[in-house]
């Protein structure tokens, strides 16, 4: 690994001064995407700046059925949160999905959805739940924020404080796992919401996550299996790599649908 | 142009090492190390406890696995200097006296054939028994078979790893 330079600021502010005089400074947060991406020489970040001390930046509260998350919240701690598994467990499921229970000990909610790997479970989930993503200097839809394969609405040096959550009436994620990476080959999340039905696509899509236009229509109108089961997907837009095809993940989008909604 | 580039390298040298302090295996250890260190290395080669194995060094194996502040962790893929203060224990460190129950149930139940693996089978098995004790959840085989999600063994097609961790989880 390249030589860095390691921060632990107790502070937004302090975090975003040392964020600043780096040349080439970047957050940590649980370090499950980024310590491998610079042990592969993928990222050779002059300054890492951990957030994970900074006050407020973990933990869970639900006030008006709106659950808000610290952006430093680890997948294990919102797997087992109470208030999670209460307001929108299908949220908890999710997180305790990803990877294995190492990764879920050390990686965070906020790093998952500012790296925005396009197999990412996550992502989805913000989607569907129409969540907003909180910053140090703004409110970002997550309509807005999910901008490709990698790529998000973040600023340089802007940090992701906390996630905001609208419960669901009805939600679920249906996860096709990759055998080997156990990343999402497919993953589909559902959530009947108060704008109407919303399913978010993983794992599929040439440009990362996406909304399902036709399948909400359907399950907008009649929240079923058999109405997800009548929507015909295209493949139009779906990467193909050596794992599966774009029809074999367009199919795919239509079975983890239904079995989504039949868990709701 | 290049010897510009690593001239300001060694310059930053200094303030890219920091001294940590933490606890490892209930004793307390102090070292200057590079920024970059990961935990894995500052164990192995700082410490000489080289019972953590890399195996793979990309997260994907668990050999490493040891538990920071009573959780488990890959090594590899955490760094030193961001623990001061945390309390680190390693497969040096679960017996008291006596071998840990889990360790019993792996040599009891032929739980490992290299041993390479064993270190972070063994780590991963004491996180996984304690996390289901304190939620009150029943560690059937199938869960002990999902929780190994993250751990590779390329010798006992891990029947045996999986009949290990039930036996000491009756135990423990
Ligand atoms: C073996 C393994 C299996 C995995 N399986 C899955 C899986 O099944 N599904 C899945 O979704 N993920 C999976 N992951 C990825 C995992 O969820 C990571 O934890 C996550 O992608 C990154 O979170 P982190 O906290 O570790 O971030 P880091 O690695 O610390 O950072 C990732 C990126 O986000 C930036 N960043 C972090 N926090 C913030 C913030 N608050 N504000 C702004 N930028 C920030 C960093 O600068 C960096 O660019 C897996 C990882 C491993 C190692
Ligand atoms: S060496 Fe750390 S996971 Fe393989
Ligand atoms: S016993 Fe050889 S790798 Fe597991």
New interface residues.
Partial sequence: ??????H?PATIDDALAALGAGDEAKV?AG??TL??T??QHLAAPSD?V?I?AIDGMSGVTVQDNILTIGAATTH?EVA?NADVRQHCGALGQLAGGI?????R??GTIGGSIANNDPAADYPAAMLALGATIITNSREIAADAFFQGLFTTALDENEIITAIRIPCPAKAAYAKFNQPAS?FALVGVFVAKTDMGARVAVTGAGEDGVFRHAALEAALSADWSESAAAKVAISADGLMSDIHASAAYRANLIGVMAKRAVAAS | MKSEKAAK?RE??E??M?NVTMTVNGKSVSRNV???T?LSEFLREELRLTGTHVGC???QC?AC?VH?NG????SC???A??L?GAEVTTIEGVANGELHPMQVAFNDNHGLQCGFCTPGMIM?GI??VN?YKA?GQELTADAIRH?????ICRCTGYHNIVKSIQDAAAKM
């Fill in positions: 690994m390249y030589s860095t330079r390691y632990k940590l370090g499950q310590l491998a610079m042990k890492l951990d994970r294990a087992t990877g294995d229970p190492a990764v000990h050390q156990r | 390298r930053v040298r303030d890219q920091t590079p920024d970059e990961l060094d990309t997260s668990g696995t920071v959780k488990s962790v890959k893929t955490t760094l200097v961001a001061d991963a996180d996984m996390r939620s929780e190994l999600e993250g751990n």
